[in-house]
């Protein structure tokens, strides 16, 4: 089970909190792995995260990067061979946990255990048990008793068996995190794209570790993460299907497909104030995707690295 798996991922990454530059609190008896909120963070801290998010099913590593490429010297990459448990049931941040008192973007395996969202029910994907249960939480702030509160009710356990890791977007770790959903992006596009994502056999993501924005600028990490994403990511599949499946959706996969392509994220954001929903939904995935089918051998592939965008995303001077 995934919960199992990133458990133990998780008691391990407590054992060496120091080391990754991480703290452990407690709220309402939740077990709290703090990742940048109160702390300074690390890129292992962040590969931790990243590694919880995915329920331990792949691959993580920070590796060097073309600069003159993605404007980074560092870029993320990811290899799994269960992409839909991975990304779509564990990493996809679909679970907007909201109290009067706080706010942040959950994801990890923790939502198998409350299994209310659209996608989650459409693919049959879930767990259940006792606990314990991991999840990571994108926020300035660490939880309030309220939302631990929330979590446990929704999720089925006591707050005793959460595991819960916390980092803004604008710390080390967050930012390694986010950039790390390559492989998720591509896979929520094509499932949106009505692709049997179960065809799925294997994939591998990079994308370039930008720049942590100012600590507090939660619009700079979020604008500079996603276009680490959306003009500097690329993403490969191996797919079980046949070329009239892929070719019905090859084109439409990549970032530069939407009508909001072109511009620094923190530019669009800006111009739907600051709304999420407004934003094309078509936008949110990777600058380049490739596809190989293992029935006939060929490959397609679509999109491409913006520079240009990553410079003025990621360059202050």
Not at 145 to 154: D, M, N, R, T, W
């Amino acid at each position: 089970m995934v919960n199992e798996l990133a458990t133990e991922l998780f008691l391990k990454s407590t054992a060496r909190a120091k080391q990754l530059g991480c703290r452990i609190e407690s709220v309402a008896g939740a077990q709290i792995l703090d990742a940048g909120v109160n702390t300074r963070g690390s890129l292992q801290a962040g590969r931790v995260l990243a590694q919880l998010c995915m329920g331990g099913l792949a691959e993580i590593a920070l590796l060097p990067a073309d600069p003159t490429l993605l404007i980074s010297n560092n870029l993320v990459q990811v290899l799994t061979n269960d992409a839909v448990m991975a990304c779509l049931g564990s990493q996809y941040a679909g679970w907007p946990v909201s109290t009067d008192d706080y706010f942040a973007m959950g994801s990890g395996p923790m939502r198998l255990y409350r299994g209310r969202e659209e996608t989650l029910l459409h693919l049959k994907l879930s767990e259940e048990g006792k606990g314990p249960i991991v999840g990571i939480l994108e926020s300035e702030t660490l939880p309030t008793v309220s939302a631990v509160e929330l979590i446990a009710q929704e999720c089925g356990v006591p707050t005793t068996e959460l595991r819960l890791a916390v980092a803004p977007s604008t710390c080390i770790a967050g930012s390694y995190q986010v950039v790390a959903r390559s492989i998720e992006t591509a896979m929520h596009k094509l499932h949106a794209l009505k692709f049997d994502v179960n065809k799925i056999t294997s994939a591998t993501g990079t994308a370039p570790l930008p720049p942590p924005a100012k600590t507090g600028d939660t619009v700079g990490g979020i604008g500079r993460t996603n276009d680490a994403m959306l003009y500097g990511a690329t993403v490969t599949f191996w797919v079980d299907a046949s070329d009239e499946e892929i070719e019905a959706v090859a084109s439409d996969v990549p970032s530069c497909s939407s009508r909001d392509y072109g511009r620094p994220f923190a530019t669009i954001f800006k111009d739907y104030e600051y709304d999420f929903y407004k934003v094309d939904p078509l936008l949110f995935s990777p600058a380049s995707v490739t596809i190989h089918s293992l029935q006939s051998g060929n490959t397609w592939s679509h999109g491409q690295i913006d520079t240009d965008i990553l410079r003025q995303s990621f360059v202050s001077k």
